[in-house]
């Protein structure tokens, strides 16, 4: 064979002594907020290097469920009339598993297909739809199917009886998950919370409304909420968002129920950026009386650990061997108690690279952290 240098990539960690000290990978935060230096070194050229968070991957069971599975007459086909199926669905970015297990009884060659519900109505159709992956096991084994970074969408569940007594079908237990990245942890910061003044505006028009306030991010900010409660009975008050674009968002439940309006990150982002305006539009679709006072809240999930730059991925090009890049991590919490944790993933990667580090961060108040390496990207 032909031995490839591959490189490597050196790592070191630097802390200000007044915010904590890592010692073998450990660190220990003096205080509730702090920032980490890591610095990166190939020892071969890489043409880019891109960085983000994420919570830790969590894994979620659904089940277990019932489903009787006829006799199919020994054939072997995803599409047989015989069969019957399930939908699931897959609907988070960055899903890195989804699995599929039938708990198959004695003396039965059930089958398992996972179908790709393409035009999502719920059906098997062969012209349309697609085998993501089978199990067909033999008699008296369970079936399993797990497929790693699966799509987005409807899939469906299809239990194919090979060889089913009695025919008429039998009984067995099956389950699905998914692992997937949780948030990176946050606390709630409260932008507003305040009784504001509706009166009877143009029905279906938020650029008439009675009460129109804007909100901007913050370097934390995740998740935005709008929610207004108090609206007295008789009345029907909506809540529309809007940034550059236009109206993004509205809550327009019927008579005085509770409007809530939640705003979050794009899909595979864990903020919202810095600096971006958010327009709270309050319309009185329905207000018999002059006015009407319902109470207006406002606030922000706001990221414990974030990176150091306006952007939620962090990128740099052309690292020359022996250059080094240096990544920042950011970390702040509110009355933070001695001894408690906060945790997020760390992953970065290249164009040519992905996943390349795929890491989990703890940070400890006056306690261990296992440091890894986290984002902001500057050229040395």
């Given at each position: 064979g032909v031995a490839v240098d591959v490189g490597t990539i050196l790592k070191k960690v630097d802390i200000d002594p007044s915010v904590g000290e890592v010692v073998d990978d450990v660190l220990s935060s003096h205080g509730n907020s702090?920032?980490?230096?890591?610095?990166?070194?190939?020892?071969?050229?890489m043409p880019d290097l891109t960085a983000t968070l994420s919570g830790p991957l969590v894994t979620t069971t659904l089940g277990p469920f019932i489903v009787n599975i006829p006799d199919a007459g020994g054939s072997y086909d995803p599409w047989d009339s015989n069969n019957v199926w399930e939908p699931i669905e897959v609907i988070q970015a960055g899903t890195t598993?989804?699995?599929i297990h039938l708990y198959t009884e004695p003396a039965q060659d059930p089958d398992l297909f996972l179908v790709y519900d393409v035009n999502e109505n719920g059906v098997p159709d062969a012209g349309t739809d697609y085998v993501v992956s089978e199990s067909g096991n033999s008699t008296g084994s369970d079936e399993e199917i797990i497929v790693s970074d699966p799509d987005i969408g409807q899939y469906l569940v299809v239990f194919h009886g090979y060889s089913i007594d009695p025919t008429d079908g039998v009984d067995m237990d099956?389950?699905?998950?998914?692992?997937?990245?949780?948030?990176?942890?946050?606390?709630?910061?409260?932008?507003?919370?305040?009784?504001?003044?509706?009166?009877?505006?143009?029905?279906?028009?938020?650029?008439s409304a009675s009460v129109v306030m804007t909100f901007t991010t913050t370097v934390r900010s995740a998740n935005l909420h709008f929610l207004l409660t108090g609206i007295p009975d008789g009345s029907n008050v909506d809540l529309y968002l809007s940034d550059d674009s236009g109206?993004?968002?509205?809550?327009?439940?019927?008579?005085?129920?509770?409007?809530?309006?939640?705003?979050?990150?794009?899909?595979?982002?864990?903020?919202?950026?810095?600096?971006?305006?958010?327009?709270?539009?309050?319309?009185?679709?329905?207000?018999?009386?002059?006015?009407?006072?319902?109470?207006?809240?406002?606030?922000?999930?706001?990221?414990?650990?974030?990176?150091?730059?306006?952007?939620?991925?962090v990128v740099v090009?052309?690292?020359?061997?022996?250059?080094?890049?240096?990544?920042?991590?950011?970390?702040?919490?509110?009355?933070?108690?001695?001894?408690?944790?906060?945790?997020?993933?760390?992953?970065?990667?290249?164009?040519?690279?992905?996943?390349?580090?795929?890491e989990y961060i703890q940070i400890t108040k006056s306690g261990k952290v296992r440091a890894l390496y986290m984002p902001i990207i500057t050229r040395h």
């Open positions: 702090g920032e980490i230096s890591y610095y990166f070194t190939p020892t071969l050229e598993e989804l699995g099956w389950e699905w998950w998914t692992t997937a990245p949780a948030p990176v942890p946050s606390e709630e910061a409260e932008w507003f919370n305040e009784a504001v003044t509706v009166n009877q505006d143009i029905a279906g028009d938020p650029l109206v993004i968002a509205s809550a327009t439940n019927a008579g005085n129920e509770d409007e809530h309006i939640m705003w979050s990150p794009e899909a595979g982002e864990y903020r919202l950026g810095e600096g971006k305006d958010y327009t709270i539009w309050v319309l009185g679709e329905g207000v018999p009386d002059e006015l009407i006072t319902p109470n207006l809240k406002v606030w922000s999930d706001e990221v414990n650990i974030w990176l150091s730059t306006t952007s939620p991925d090009n052309a690292i020359d061997p022996n250059e080094s890049v240096d990544v920042i991590v950011n970390y702040a919490v509110d009355n933070w108690l001695p001894e408690e944790t906060i945790g997020a993933r760390f992953v970065v990667g290249s164009s040519v690279i992905e996943g390349a580090f795929d």
